[in-house]
């Protein structure tokens, strides 16, 4: 964050109570504005996807689906006047209010 300045994370991993839980949890302790795609990764049984995601929410994480992220850095041309701001594939935080 102190490099960046900015707060919100996007997140995702291969397994949901391991990879991207821990990533989460940690980013979360770190004060970041946390929000996971829940539909971009699984684990070990549907129940254990599924209860990572809610420890997850429980400790302040915000789920998120990729086509709802899509949808969010999709640019809306119906505001020509206002400035876009940039998408960087190197980047993991969320450069708009969500």
């Not at 770190?30 to 996971?36: G, K, L, M, Q």
């Not at 997850?56 to 994480?61: C, P, S, V």
């Amino acid at each position: 964050m102190d490099a960046t300045g900015r707060k919100k994370l996007i997140m995702a991993g291969i397994v949901t109570g391991t990879c991207l839980s821990q990533s989460v949890l940690a980013a979360l302790k770190e004060v970041f504005d946390v929000y996971f795609v829940s539909d971009c990764s699984g684990d070990v049984s549907k129940e254990a996807h599924h209860d990572a995601k809610m420890h997850m929410t429980q400790a302040g994480a915000k789920p998120i689906t990729w086509l709802n992220l899509m949808g969010e850095w999709a640019p809306d041309y119906g505001r020509r006047n206002e400035p876009r701001w940039p998408v960087s594939t190197r980047s993991v935080s969320a450069p708009w209010p969500l």
